[in-house]
């Protein structure tokens, strides 16, 4: 019986660490909250070398605009090129930041020490991290690029109450 008790105590002390550093990670990318000065949930005017590239809807009756960033302060991540860097806006706010990189192990090696490791899809092949209003994805595109996707889920849910409030005012007209 005491052997037992030791082991569930170990047991439960080594699982409270380990979901403390799970929670730490995700505190850390809550903090960077973007790629370098771009922001997720903050407006687009505030982000120098914006190019504006065209309007879609992200889902029907969702209007969204994409632009590019050509900022050589986002060229590189350490000594990783950088070959792209997009935004997608709703409502002028960031609600998703993708960033397309050279192919290079140092990049997830750098990744995991910053936010911990990520969960893995094996269906998808993505690497992913999250935090309660950030998602960042890692995944390959191509040969030779990776792709970081980081999406907000404050936007998200703002688009669906407009959605939302879309539908009711149709639905009122009938």
């Known amino acids: 019986m005491k052997k037992f008790l030791f082991i569930s105590l170990v047991l439960m002390v080594c699982l409270q660490g380990y979901s403390q550093k799970q929670e730490a990670d995700s505190e850390e990318l809550e903090n960077r909250n973007g790629f370098k000065y771009i922001r997720l949930n903050f407006t687009a005017d505030s982000i120098k070398g914006l190019a504006f590239k065209k309007d879609f809807f992200e889902k029907p009756g969702i209007p969204a605009k994409l632009y590019s960033i050509a900022d050589p302060g986002l060229s590189s991540i350490g000594e990783v090129a950088v070959r792209g860097v997009r935004i997608k806006t709703y409502q002028n706010l960031v609600y998703e930041i993708e960033v397309i990189t050279d192919k290079d192990p140092r990049l997830m090696r750098g990744m995991e020490k910053a936010l911990g490791k ?5 269906r998808t092949n993505v690497y992913s991290w999250r935090s309660k209003s950030v998602t960042l994805s890692f995944a390959p595109q191509g040969n030779h690029e990776l792709r970081l996707l980081y999406r907000s889920y404050p936007v998200f849910k703002l688009m669906a109450e ?13």
């Open 118 to 122: 990520p969960s893995y899809s094996v």
């Open 162 to 174: 407009q959605t939302g409030k879309t539908i009711d005012e149709v639905s009122d007209d009938f």
